[in-house]
């Protein structure tokens, strides 16, 4: 069983969705619980601190308030490709890794990073030479820049999260000097209250096709108690990885069973 008891967390984006499910199982499982967030939380948390992730000086403001001794950062606050394209890397990807890096300091030896990343970066390998030269931005505004210089064929979102599941798999042995581990956990369609903006911008179609494969959409729950897992001690040999939960989709299109989702 995951033993999470007595860890002091930090959750993003516990406000609903896939966040408030990892803090309420966190809670419950005897974890303590710090959400940050634009909205107040919806799940019982000990603490709330208000952030934007698009704006770095929020960011440091709310690191400088939570102060020191975390044992796990847990992001999952994100917004959908229907948001203008960027504030979607901004929030996505850029404020994310911003948060991540001011908080290295702040984790305990042997603390865990885990990012929500999601399938929907699939195309990650064919344009890891784009992502490299992103991830050499190293700072919120120098990758903002990038952004704003470099138009994709993709939408923003696919791209954000294949620059985060690229961060999370090149930073893991970075982070064995820190005693640190960061991994991702990589969703399909998840059942939230923003599911219809995915579909807008995904095309419902093709979501509905994954659910018909499937028989369902991914609950909250189906993805938390990954995300708990890889926080645990139970995951301190897991690192660097980017863990696909998707009910299946991604195994059938990598073994040529299902073509790819045209998202």
Known sequence: MTTVSGLRCVVT????????????????????????????????????????????????????????GWDALINVAGIPG?????????????????LTESMFESLNTGGAIVNVSSTAGFQWAERLPLLRELLAAESFEAGLDWFRRNPQDTNAYNLSKEALTVYTMAMGTGLVELGLRMNAVLPGPVDTPILPDFEDSMGKDTLDGLKFLLGRHASPEDIAAPIVFLASPEARWVNGHAMVVDGGITGAVLSGLVPAPEI
Do not use: M
């Not at 005897?30 to 000990?46: I, K, Y």
């Not at 229907?82 to 911003?98: C, I, K, Y």
């Open 13 to 68: 984006g516990a406000a609903s969705g896939i966040g408030h499910a990892v803090a309420e199982h966190l809670g419950k499982a005897g974890a303590s619980v710090t959400c940050l967030d634009r909205n107040e939380p919806t799940a019982p948390v000990e603490r709330f601190v208000r952030v934007d992730l698009a704006d770095p000086a929020s960011i440091d403001a709310a690191v400088a308030e939570l102060g020191t």
């Open 82 to 98: 229907t948001a203008p394209a960027e504030l979607v890397f901004s929030v996505n990807f850029l404020g994310l890794r911003h």
